[in-house]
């Protein structure tokens, strides 16, 4: 089955995922407040404020299937106000359009464990965005009137992703020239996702049947490696020395009075200042799915900052 997708966000993921449908010649329907440039070949655009039920109903009708890409801004205050109207908005027009959701999720759901992540761990998070996103877990799995998914993933890179933990900060300031700065622990072992896996995985969902749905799926990572391992490969992939500098915890905290970003990031400091691993073996057996290696993620991602 090839759905007709909408895609809720133009973030890496949503850029993502409408590249890869453009490639395989499929159409698509890329909606959010603002047009953004340089729209693929055969995506769309329609204007939507996801925060208006009346404007993404209107915006999903003649389409199979909603992928959320969408992000909020890094603050618990609005993740509390906004994410459980977004989800109800997603849930309502999905049930009025007879389409399907697929949501690119995240991990703050889940409190910190002593093993790898998978589909069956708590939603125990402790803090408020975590509480938040368990609470919109619950909403799409109690909503029997919507078929609906969810795709979990840990933090992700690739060519074009700049604000994350391996972005512009590390990889990107490495090509340059300069050190590249880590806000998590060096030398624990942490999971990533690669972007195009991540879109790659999503359209899988977004085709599938509907028996893949009214679960959450847990997105395949490559082998875990250190980000200081990972730094070196970017800096072999870059021809330059592996330069690194880590923010350790302590002051990350001390400065999170300071700096809002910071404090906002040391509320769920468990899933970046010790081991944080995923298993995602359920959606590589279903789907016959296999990540990308992290080394030839790595090397595409580094050569996109030489270009940028």
């Known amino acids: 089955m090839s759905a007709k997708i909408m895609i809720l966000g133009y973030g890496p993921i949503g850029r993502a995922i409408a590249q890869q449908l453009s490639e395989a010649g499929r159409e698509a329907l890329v909606a959010q407040r603002r047009e953004p440039a340089n729209l693929p070949s055969g995506v769309h655009f329609d204007a939507c404020d996801a925060l208006d039920r009346a404007s993404l109903t209107a915006a999903l009708h003649g389409h199979d299937v909603l992928i959320c890409t969408i992000g909020l801004a890094y603050d618990a205050a609005v993740w509390e106000r906004d994410w459980p109207r977004l989800m109800a908005n997603m849930l309502a027009a999905c049930e009025a359009n007879g389409a399907r959701l697929v949501f690119v999720d995240d991990l703050y759901m889940h409190g910190p464990q002593p093993g790898p992540l998978d589909e069956n761990t708590p939603l125990d998070a402790p803090g408020r965005k975590g509480r938040v996103r368990a609470a919109i877990t619950q909403q799409w799995q109690a909503a029997g009137t919507v078929t609906a998914t969810a795709l979990r ?156």
């Open 153 to 308: 993933v840990t933090d992700f890179y690739g060519p074009g992703v700049t604000l994350s933990v391996l972005g512009q900060e590390a990889i990107g300031r490495l090509a340059a020239g300069r050190a590249a700065q880590l806000g998590i622990a060096a030398d624990e072992p942490h999971a990533f996702a690669y972007a195009p896996d991540v879109a790659a995985a999503a359209i899988l969902l977004a085709d599938a049947s509907d028996e893949a749905y009214g679960r959450a799926w847990m997105m395949p990572c490559a082998p875990a490696h250190t980000p200081r391992e990972i730094i070196g490969m970017a800096a072999t992939a870059l021809g330059v020395k592996p330069r690194l500098q880590a923010l350790p915890g302590w002051l990350q905290r001390l400065m999170g009075a300071f700096v809002p970003f910071l404090r906002e990031w040391t509320e769920t400091a468990y899933q970046h200042d010790r081991p944080f691993l995923v298993d995602g073996g359920s959606f590589e057996r279903s789907f016959g799915f296999r990540p990308m290696p992290l080394e030839q993620g790595i090397s595409a991602t580094a050569a996109s900052f030489l270009k940028s």
